[in-house]
C-alpha cells in the first residue's frame, strides 16, 4: 500500500466516522483526494463512491437501531430521488457563484440558530404525521433533493435541520432519517460518476473500506451518546462548511 493511500484510507475513516454523526465529511475527503493528487473528476467520482458505500452502512445502523422512520421515508425518497434527478441536469444551466452566497448565508443562519438554541434537537417530540408536515418533508426532501444533486456542500445539515423543524426529531432521529434520504440523492451523481468513468475502483475500494468502519464507529458513536453529543458536532461542521465555502467565494 503505497503511502498516498495510505493517506487517503486515514482520511476517509475520519471523514465517514464525522459525517456519520453529523455530516459534512466531505470537508475531509474531497480535499484529501485532491491533496493526493487525484484529478479533480476522478477526486469527486471516486469520493462519491466511497463515501456512498459509508453513507449505506450509516443508513443500515441508524434503521437497525429503530432511529429510521420508514414510513416518513417511503414518502420522501420519491421526491429526494426525483429532486437529484432534476438537479445533476440543472448543473449546467446556473451559476454556481450565487448558490455559494445563498448557502453560505443559510449555513451560518443554521449553525447559529443551532448554536444559541438550548432545546432544537435535544428531545424527541415527533407525534405523528399530519397533511402539513408531510408536505413540508415532501418539499424539504425535493428540494435537498436537488441541492444534492446540483451542488452539494451541506445538504446533511439542512436535512438534519429540516427535518428536526418539521417532524421535532431529536438529533439522533433526525439523522438516522437524513442519512437515509442523502444515500437515495447520493445515488443519481454515483450513477452519473460511474457511468462516465469518473471513479478510480483501485483507490475508491480500498477507501470504501475504511470509510464503512469510520461509519460504524461514528453511528455506534452517535446511537449511544445521543443528541448531546451529536448537537456541538452538528454546528461546528455546518459552521465549517460555510467557513471553507466563504474562503472559496472570497478567494
Do not use: W
Not at 417511503?74 to 441536469?89: H, W, Y
Not at 451523481?189 to 483501485?202: E, N, P, Q, R, T
Request: hydrophobic share 55%; proline share 3%; with cysteine.
Amino acid at each position: 500500500m503505497t503511502m498516498n493511500l495510505i493517506f487517503l484510507c486515514t482520511a476517509g475513516f475520519f471523514a465517514a466516522f464525522i459525517d456519520s454523526i453529523a455530516g459534512g465529511g466531505g470537508l475531509i475527503s474531497v480535499p484529501a483526494f485532491l491533496i493526493a493528487g487525484i484529478p479533480p473528476h476522478l477526486a469527486l467520482g471516486t469520493n462519491k463512491f466511497s463515501s456512498s458505500c459509508a453513507s449505506f452502512t450509516s443508513s443500515l445502523k441508524f434503521a437497525q437501531s429503530g432511529k429510521v422512520d420508514f414510513n416518513i421515508i417511503k414518502l420522501l425518497a420519491p421526491f429526494t430521488l426525483i429532486g437529484a434527478i432534476l438537479g445533476v441536469n440543472t448543473v449546467l444551466s446556473i451559476d454556481a457563484k450565487y448558490v455559494n452566497i445563498i448557502v453560505v448565508v443559510l449555513l451560518l443562519l443554521v449553525g447559529a440558530y443551532s448554536l444559541f438554541s438550548k432545546t432544537i434537537g435535544m428531545e424527541d417530540k415527533f407525534k405523528g404525521l399530519k397533511k402539513k408536515s408531510i408536505f413540508l418533508g415532501m418539499l424539504l426532501a425535493l428540494s435537498m433533493g436537488f441541492y444534492d444533486g446540483f451542488f452539494g456542500p451541506g445538504t446533511g445539515s439542512f436535512l438534519i435541520f429540516g427535518l428536526i423543524s418539521i417532524y421535532g426529531f431529536d438529533f439522533v432521529r433526525a439523522g438516522g432519517n437524513a442519512k437515509v434520504l442523502n444515500f437515495v440523492s447520493n445515488i443519481t451523481s454515483l450513477v452519473m460518476f460511474a457511468i462516465s468513468g469518473h471513479i478510480d475502483y483501485k483507490i475508491g475500494i480500498p477507501v470504501a473500506i475504511f470509510m464503512i468502519v469510520g461509519a460504524k464507529f461514528g453511528t455506534k458513536i452517535a446511537l449511544t451518546k445521543g443528541a448531546k453529543l451529536m448537537k456541538p458536532i452538528f454546528v461546528t461542521m455546518s459552521l465549517a462548511v460555510a467557513v471553507k465555502m466563504l474562503y472559496g467565494i472570497m478567494n
